[in-house]
């Protein structure tokens, strides 16, 4: 008689032992650790802009496809608007990016020890940190270039080509999320071509992943087509402004180990050598070569540093996975054995990496106030990385101060707005204008407690949204001066600057009252006011 014993105790069992349950009980900590962080200094920069486009839901937007607008509206509408709201969402992506790195060391072939060091190695990885503290497109990139190399794995180690579909499932997602990850599922093809593993293109189902793929993406697609292809004009024009920093190769590879934290390197590049050149991983070997195509168009291309980071889970899981090997005595590259078996070294590795992330972790999570952050920093062995060349006379790295100086910015326009008669503060009479989506941005969300309407801008989406009914009549501009101003308006005022906060970016915003425009209404002057940079 056949057994009718359930399985399920079997199942957990295999779950603990596997270590598995260690690992989500990691990501689970990791969670409650960026919820508490998350809400220590202000809103930042770009998180303004997604919520603005989240008001405004479209099928694209000139600086990012639509799903982090997409996502950010509901999580508003189900969590509220607090900060530790806006970031649940790359908190709980940078936790479970946890997760999906030991998966992957598990199908490499790696055990408890592969599991959890990889695991620990995202944890404390400054990059992923960074990803789960604020709201942006980097934030679920890893999940979904990992996912890929998932689905890529399944695909190849189960010999079922069904699994390519779910890769184009994902992959489609991801472009509806940031366009980089094209260059990823283009690294994997010219991996799969240059490797054994070319035979799956004669099979349907990779070619079936390639159109799920490409149909997720159509709205945007057309998106794009119809409105002349926005976002290739704005990287045209910040790439004839020089704004970005450029890197020669061994810096920019120097930056790659920081973003990891520098003791993560030996396990990421075992990794990748282990995928280029070990005879156990062979059959992916296409996920190396995949890297090697990454780095190199990132690097021919200017990318900045952080472009490539989405990629390295995948590097860290098979370093994890050998590194492992090599401990337990197991057969290495070169085929070798090893026979000694140095279990201590287990718990030596994960401690030291433990103590190198936890001095790490204030570079990206704000455990500190900005003044001992600036102490803290000075006692760092190298200079933080900046990206862009505006931001080299920043007090604080440009991801902590952009998160400064904005509730000084609408104060004051809150200011100019309240030195308007009555009849200009009635609906459609008065409009604000910023100069960049960061101000507008922030009228559009803190200026609802003055009572400020939404903020018209020129630059990036908002210049799409148009001058929303306002004829220019009265205007209160941010950030322009006086000169420029009274060559378009009969009369401008000068309100003040915004208060200076000593640790923001962006500060001391004159603020004006315009009346009488001289070049027609606001719609006429509208597309000189265009600005995609």
């Given at each position: 008689m056949a057994s009718t014993s359930p399985t399920p105790p079997s199942e957990r069992q295999s779950f603990f032992a596997s270590g598995m349950a260690l690992i989500w009980?990691?990501?689970?900590?990791?969670?409650?650790?960026?919820?508490?962080?998350?809400?220590?200094?202000?809103?930042?920069?770009d998180e303004f802009d997604y919520m603005s486009c989240g008001d405004h839901l479209a099928w694209g937007y000139v600086d990012q496809p639509p799903l982090i607008p997409f996502l950010i509206h509901i999580c508003r509408a189900v969590l509220g608007d607090s900060l530790r709201s806006i970031r649940f969402i790359p908190a709980l992506a940078s936790s479970l990016l946890?997760?999906?790195t030991a998966v992957l060391a598990r199908e490499f072939g790696g055990r408890r020890f592969a599991l959890l060091l990889s695991a620990i190695t995202v944890i404390i990885a400054p990059q992923y940190l960074s990803n789960g503290s604020l709201l942006g497109t980097n934030c679920l990139e890893p999940n979904l270039w990992m996912g890929c190399a998932y689905f890529a794995i399944l695909a190849i180690k189960r010999g079922n080509p069904k699994y390519w579909l779910w890769f184009g499932v994902i992959a489609g997602i991801g472009l509806e999320e940031k366009y980089s990850i094209a260059l990823f599922g283009f690294g994997i093809v010219v991996g799969l071509l240059l490797t054994a593993q070319r035979k799956v293109f004669l099979n349907p189902w990779i070619w079936l992943g390639g159109l799920a793929a490409f149909l997720i993406f159509l709205p945007n697609l057309l998106w794009n087509i119809h409105y002349h292809w926005p976002f290739l004009e704005l990287m045209h024009n910040i790439r004839a402004e020089g704004r970005d920093v450029i890197l020669p190769l061994p810096e920019f590879f120097f930056q790659q180990t920081f973003l990891l934290d520098p003791i993560t390197a030996p396990i990421w590049l075992t990794g990748l050598f282990a995928l280029l050149f070990s005879a156990r991983l062979k059959p992916y070997r296409f996920l190396g070569i995949c890297y090697v195509v990454c780095f190199t168009v990132f690097f021919v291309l200017h990318g900045k540093n952080y472009y490539l980071s989405p990629v390295y889970p995948m590097l860290l899981a098979a370093g994890a996975y050998i590194i492992d090997s090599a401990i337990d005595g197991k057969k290495?590259?070169?085929?070798?054995?090893?026979k000694p078996r140095r279990v201590w070294l287990k718990p030596v590795i994960a401690l030291i990496l433990i103590a190198s992330g936890a001095h790490l972790a204030p570079v990206t999570i704000p455990m500190l106030s900005p003044a001992h952050f600036i102490a803290y920093e000075k006692t760092l062995p190298m200079k933080l990385p900046v990206m862009e060349h505006g931001h080299e006379l920043s007090p604080l790295p440009q991801w902590y101060s952009d998160q400064f100086g904005w509730s000084e910015i609408v104060s004051e326009a809150a200011v100019a707005w309240n030195r308007l008669p009555a009849e200009d503060r009635k609906d459609g009479a008065c409009g604000i204008f910023a100069q960049d989506y960061g101000a507008a941005g922030a009228i559009d969300f803190l200026g609802r407690q003055y009572g400020l309407p939404p903020a018209i801008s020129g630059h990036q989406t908002f210049w799409l949204?148009?001058?929303?009914?306002?004829?220019?009549?009265?205007?209160?501009v941010l950030g322009d001066n006086r000169a420029r101003l009274e060559q378009l308006f009969n009369h401008v005022e000068y309100v003040g600057d915004s208060p200076d906060n000593p640790y923001a970016l962006e500060k001391g915003l004159a603020v004006w009252i315009c009346h009488g425009p001289k070049v027609g209404t606001l719609a006429d002057l509208w597309p000189e006011l265009k600005k995609w940079s």
């Open positions: 009980l990691l990501a689970v900590a990791k969670l409650l650790f960026h919820i508490y962080y998350n809400n220590r200094y202000g809103y930042f920069r946890v997760v999906q290495l590259l070169s085929g070798k054995e090893l949204w148009g001058p929303r009914g306002y004829t220019g009549q009265c205007l209160i």
